[in-house]
């Protein structure tokens, strides 16, 4: 038979001058019940909610409590968001408004930001 696929969808929230303000994505394996991790990405000046850890992603989070990750600038945020999405290993990105909106603005603020 056919592996299950492994989905991930993907939602950005773009802010004043058109800056990444957070994000959140949602792991799921196709028939599984339930999420295999959910996450959440914001900008803030009060790091003390900071947790940049991605090792529960590997074995996956038994009650699928939503991981938020803070950080301080757009360009930490993204370097972290695209760590994420590597190691999610998504045979497919969805999400709402994905490819007209939302990926062509973190492609933007990737550039703008040198990260490109």
Not at 11 to 23: D, M, N, P, W
Not at 37 to 42: D, G, V, Y
Request: with cysteine; glycine share 8%; net charge negative.
């Amino acid at each position: 038979g056919v592996a299950p696929l492994r989905l991930l969808t993907l939602h950005v929230t773009v802010g004043k001058e058109a800056r990444v303000v957070a994000a959140g994505a949602v792991l799921q394996v196709h028939g599984d019940a339930g999420p295999l991790h959910r996450a959440a990405w914001a900008l803030s000046s009060d790091l003390s909610a900071a947790d940049a850890d991605l090792a529960g992603l590997d074995a996956g989070d038994a009650a699928c409590k939503p991981r938020l990750f803070v950080f301080g600038s757009e360009c930490e945020l993204l370097l972290h968001m695209r760590d994420y999405v590597v190691k999610a290993d998504a045979d497919v990105i969805i999400g709402y408004d994905l490819l007209n909106v939302h990926l062509s603005a973190v492609l933007s603020r990737a550039e703008a930001d040198g990260l490109m």
